[in-house]
Every structure is written in C-alpha cells, then in structure tokens.
C-alpha cells in the first residue's frame, strides 16, 4: 500500500487514516492543497476492491478539487474523503457520526458535503459532530443539495461546447448520451430535455433508468454500452475514468461534457480526444456547479437561489475561453485546463507563504 510513490500521489499536503471499530467505519482524508482555503470536497462512500484503489481515488478526487476550487474561483483549497463500504448495506447513523468525528479531528482543514453514496441527510448526521460540513438542509446559510446546482452548470457547459462545436445557442435536436441517472444525471437530463435533446440514458439501476424514460422521453439503452452510443454527446454522469483505453476510440460523439469526476483515465487520453477532434469539457471545470454553492455556505453568505442559480452559469465563460485557448495553441482542453489550475494555486500559494514566484 503507497500514498507517496503512488502515481496518483501529487504533493498533496496531508493524507489522514481513520477507522472506527464500533461502527466499521474505515476512512481515510486527503487534503491536495489549502493554498485558496481550507481542502473542500465531498465523502465519496464506495465499496472499493482494495485498500490501494480508495488511497488512489481519494487522491485523485482531492487533486481535482484543488483544481475546480481554482478554476471556479473560489476561496476554497481541494480535498476529498472517502469511505471504503457498500452504501447500501453499511451506512448507518452511527457510521456517519464516526465518520463526522473523523472529520473534526482534522480541525478544519477539511471540509466535508456529500458526493457519490452520500445524501444531506447523512451530512446532517456529520453536522451533529463537527462543523466541518456543507450541503445541509437546515441552518441560517444551508445550501441544500449541491446536485441541482452541479447539473445546471452541467447544462451550461454542455451550451458552452455546443456554441463552440456547432455554434449553436442551444441543444435542441440533438442527441446526447447520458450515463448514470443519480442526482446530477437526472437534473441535468430534466434541462436537456427542457431545451428540446433527443435523449439515450443508461443507468445500472433499472429504476432510475425508467423514471427518465417515463418522464423526459428518454430512450434506455444498455449500461455496458452508453459511451459509445451513436450520439452527438457523451455526458458521463456516473462513475470516473470511462474514457480509457478501451474506449477512447470508439467513442463516435463530437463532445464529451458531464459531471463525473476524474473521467479522463489518464492525461493521454485527453490527448487522444483531441487528436480525434472530440471537445472534451475539463470535468472539474464542468461540474463546479455544486461547490459554487457550497462555497456560499461555507462562508456564510446568505445567497438566494436566483442568484446562486445564475452565478453557476460563470461555467459558460471558463469553458469558452478554455476551449477558445485550445483553438488557438492545438492543446488539449484537458491540459490547458490543468495548467491554468496549477498556475492559479502556485500564485496563491506564494501569496500565502509570501514567497515570489520566481524564488
Ligand atoms: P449518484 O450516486 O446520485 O448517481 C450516480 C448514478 O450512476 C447512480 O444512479 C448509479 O446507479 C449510476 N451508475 C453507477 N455506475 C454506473 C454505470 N457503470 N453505468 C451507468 N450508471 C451507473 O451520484 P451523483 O451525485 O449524481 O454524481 C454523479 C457523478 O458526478 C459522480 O462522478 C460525482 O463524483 C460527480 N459529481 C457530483 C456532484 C454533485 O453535486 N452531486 C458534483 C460534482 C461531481
């Protein structure tokens, strides 16, 4: 087991253990970088196959919030916990408040809100425990479900590669594939189908697949197969890493643009995407939508819905000047993404430890 000589590993500032006996709970927090403010970013609950797989994942997911933080612009570092157990059978309460006690033991350099097999109601149980929290329902500043939030912010960035690909204003007629119908999938498919998309959907869970289908006029199609459905977009808005050797020639779409995390296997196929001619939206850039929220809560700062629903659509602007870069230089979106990300944190970091750049 490495976190070091992990290649996931990226500096990250500080890597925490936890586990509680009494209630099962094995976690584990890392912190990618506090250079803008505290490491934010969800509890993805997951029932991984290894212990290695989780420290590679949560060290993955933290770098990518470092950088969403970044791009979206917000007082806030990159972080990201998870828990290694089946959602479905083990999350209890009293995990969740272990879990919440976990959380305050990293004193606030760490802030929690849910992500995949979380709900606010189980960050409910967290807040009973620690303030290091967000994305609940009930408080002077709650932010509620960040998920609405990421899916429109989705939907603007998916109008944002459309304007660039098509230059088109909006989706209507064509066909967008969506993979998984969970909290953001289902939004986003509910304002896809608004603005006239003809929609193919996929889910693991039959269930959540034919709510779409009764309510958007979707059409479902095999989960195995999804991202490589004859489509105009791929929006993969389930788990990350489905562009991958295996597929990344295959895909047959003009776009790539969805909420998953992490979507790109490994930075060469970013590369690759580009080679082919498919416009990928850099996933931390596209899905930042939740975070912008949470960040109002975070800070405190009583927000009216209208206007939290309004500032996610900033995503348009920073994606099309990523994709207008990469126009212009021949790169990836994926890179130029980065390397705006990291250039971003050095600045703020050297602010912080009052070093110049150039030292
Ligand atoms: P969720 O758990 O509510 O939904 C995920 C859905 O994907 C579930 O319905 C699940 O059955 C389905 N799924 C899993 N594997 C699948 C597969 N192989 N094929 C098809 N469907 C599959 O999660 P969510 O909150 O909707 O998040 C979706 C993705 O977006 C995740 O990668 C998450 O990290 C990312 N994300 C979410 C938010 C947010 O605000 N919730 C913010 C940023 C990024």
Redesign the pocket.
């Known amino acids: 087991m490495s976190v070091f000589s992990s290649d996931s590993f990226d500096n990250h500032e500080q890597v925490i253990f936890g586990s509680d006996p009494e209630t099962g709970l094995q976690a584990i927090i890392a912190i990618h970088s506090t250079a803008f403010g505290p490491g934010a970013g969800?509890c993805?609950m997951w029932p991984y196959a290894s212990e290695q797989e989780a420290i590679t994942d949560v060290l993955r997911?933290s770098r990518g919030m470092s950088y969403k933080n970044a791009m979206a612009g917000l007082a806030l570092g990159g972080g990201k916990s998870v828990i290694i157990g089946d959602a479905k059978k083990d999350k209890t309460p009293e995990l969740m408040r272990a879990f919440g006690r976990f959380v305050h033991q990293a004193g606030g350099r760490y802030i929690t809100a849910?992500?995949?097999?979380m709900s606010v109601r189980d960050m409910e149980e967290v807040g009973t425990q620690t303030p290091y929290v967000a994305g609940l329902d009930s408080g002077e500043t709650a932010s509620g479900?960040?998920?609405p939030?990421?899916?429109h912010g989705v939907f603007f960035g998916i109008k944002a590669a459309v304007k660039h690909a098509f230059g088109e204003d909006s989706v209507k007629g064509l066909r967008i594939a969506v993979?998984?119908?969970?909290?953001?999938?289902?939004n986003l498919c509910r304002e896809l189908a608004a603005d006239g998309a003809t929609l193919l959907v996929?889910?693991?869970?039959e269930e959540?697949a034919r709510r779409a289908v009764d309510e958007f006029g979707a059409t479902a199609v095999d989960?195995a197969v999804?991202a490589l459905a004859k489509a105009d977009i791929y929006a993969p808005?389930?788990?990350?890493a489905?562009i991958n050797d295996e597929t990344v020639d295959r895909i047959p779409v003009k776009i790539i643009a969805?909420?998953?995390?992490?979507q790109l296997a490994t930075d060469h196929h970013g590369v690759r995407l580009a080679e082919r001619g498919i416009l990928y939206a850099p996933?931390y850039v596209i899905?930042?939508?939740?975070?912008m929220n949470v960040a109002n809560e975070v800070a405190k700062r009583k927000v009216s819905h209208e206007q939290a629903w309004q500032d996610v659509e900033r995503i348009y602007a920073t994606l099309t000047a990523i994709f207008a870069r990469a126009r212009e230089t021949g790169e990836p979106t994926s890179a130029i993404a980065d390397e705006m990300a990291r250039q971003k944190i050095a600045a703020a970091k050297a602010v912080k430890t009052g070093k110049s750049q150039a030292a």
């Open positions: 969800g993805r997911l849910e992500d995949v097999g479900d960040p998920s939030y990421t899916a993979q998984g119908l969970g909290h953001v999938g289902y996929a889910d693991i869970n959540n989960p999804i808005c389930a788990l990350g489905t969805g909420s998953a995390n992490n996933d899905n930042a939508g939740g975070i």
